[in-house]
């Protein structure tokens, strides 16, 4: 399995990254006796589509996983509507979109449009499921602390595993679901020190004290916002957390 950090900045794009996306690749059966490349998306922030392009053709993603409706992490949907219903090689095939509850009427309202169709003729929009199966991919999913809908997500394939935090305060479903991870990708948008609201984002030191409880092979602290110095995020990360560490950047690739 391959992982490419498409953007990673939090709470807006940022000069060196866009919004929250990450790519994943595997191979997997073709269904005509053969084998090709899966590629899914874990989420598409605003400036995600864009930098996509760097690293495959958008055309060729099988499904998306939301992990909420947050500007940062859904909104370039709307522009990857717009690809795939007015591409000049014709309207592409519907690909299944999973996410919060709200997400069908989310984005049709994102882009101005009727909820009925809205983005339901480009995109086969579900709700998350505890377990879901993408070609070699398996994608787990568990509810997270947020202020709307926001789901953790763990991707899976080949016997090796990304746990995604999205966006989340400290809590112990995050824990179960990253427990034994190859990378845990976990937010680090708030410093130590500062008057943080419960139950909205995650410290370094949060992050480094989840890793550690769940027991995972790599911490990847992401979605530090682009107001703060993210080697406070790792400073804060190394008081709790001795195993491997480091920050996403964009472009970033683990091959797992």
Same mark, same amino acid.
């Not at 760097?54 to 522009?79: E, K, M, N, R, W």
């Not at 991919?137 to 602390?145: G, I, K, L, T, Y």
């Not at 911490?219 to 080697?231: G, R, Y």
């Given at each position: 399995?391959?992982?490419?950090?498409?953007?990673?900045?939090?709470?807006?794009?940022?000069?060196?990254?866009?919004?929250?996306?990450?790519?994943?690749?595997?191979?997997?059966?073709?269904?005509?006796?053969?084998?090709?490349?899966?590629?899914?998306?874990?989420?598409?922030?605003?400036?995600?589509?864009?930098?996509?392009?760097?690293?495959?053709?958008?055309?060729?993603?099988?499904?998306?996983?939301?992990?909420?409706?947050?500007?940062?992490?859904?909104?370039?949907?709307?522009?990857?509507?717009?690809?795939?219903?007015?591409?000049?090689?014709?309207?592409?095939?519907?690909?299944?979109?999973?996410?919060?509850?709200?997400?069908?009427?989310?984005?049709?309202?994102?882009?101005?449009?009727?909820?009925?169709?809205?983005?339901?003729?480009?995109?086969?929009?579900?709700?998350?499921?505890?377990?879901?199966?993408?070609?070699?991919?398996?994608?787990?999913?568990?509810?997270?602390?947020?202020?709307?809908?926001?789901?953790?997500?763990?991707?899976?394939? %080949?016997?090796? /595993?990304? =746990?995604?935090?999205?966006?989340? $305060? +400290?809590? *112990?479903?995050?824990?179960?679901? @990253?427990?034994?991870?190859?990378?845990?990708?976990?937010?680090?948008?708030?410093?130590?020190?500062?008057?943080?609201?419960?139950?909205?984002?995650?410290?370094?030191?949060?992050?480094?004290?989840?890793?550690?409880?769940?027991?995972?092979?790599?911490?990847?602290?992401?979605?530090?916002?682009?107001?703060?110095?993210?080697? %406070?995020?790792? /400073?804060? =990360?190394?008081?709790?957390?001795? $195993? +491997?560490? *480091?920050?996403?950047?964009?472009? @970033?690739?683990?091959?797992?």
């Amino acid at each position: 399995m391959r992982l490419t950090v498409v953007g990673c900045s939090g709470s807006y794009p940022g000069p060196d990254s866009c919004a929250s996306s990450y790519l994943f690749e595997a191979e997997g059966p073709d269904g005509a006796g053969g084998t090709r490349t899966w590629r899914i998306l874990v989420d598409l922030g605003n400036g995600a589509l864009g930098q996509l392009h760097q690293y495959v053709d958008p055309l060729t993603i099988d499904a998306v996983f939301l992990s909420h409706l947050h500007a940062d992490h859904c909104l370039d949907l709307c522009g990857y509507y717009v690809m795939r219903k007015y591409h000049p090689t014709g309207a592409q095939p519907r690909i299944p979109v999973w996410g919060p509850p709200d997400t069908p009427g989310r984005m049709a309202r994102a882009y101005d449009l009727p909820l009925d169709p809205g983005m339901t003729e480009e995109f086969d929009f579900r709700p998350h499921e505890p377990v879901v199966e993408v070609g070699p991919f398996r994608v787990e999913s568990a509810e997270v602390v947020h202020p709307v809908d926001a789901f953790a997500l763990r991707v899976s394939a %080949d016997g090796r /595993s990304v =746990a995604y935090s999205g966006d989340t $305060g +400290p809590c *112990e479903s995050l824990e179960r679901l @990253a427990a034994g991870a190859d990378v845990f990708l976990c937010e680090a948008s708030f410093r130590d020190g500062e008057d943080n609201p419960p139950d909205l984002h995650m410290t370094g030191s949060e992050c480094g004290t989840a890793a550690g409880r769940a027991g995972v092979g790599r911490l990847v602290l992401t979605h530090v916002p682009p107001w703060h110095d993210p080697e %406070d995020a790792l /400073s804060e =990360a190394r008081t709790t957390w001795d $195993g +491997p560490l *480091e920050l996403a950047v964009a472009g @970033a690739v683990y091959q797992l």
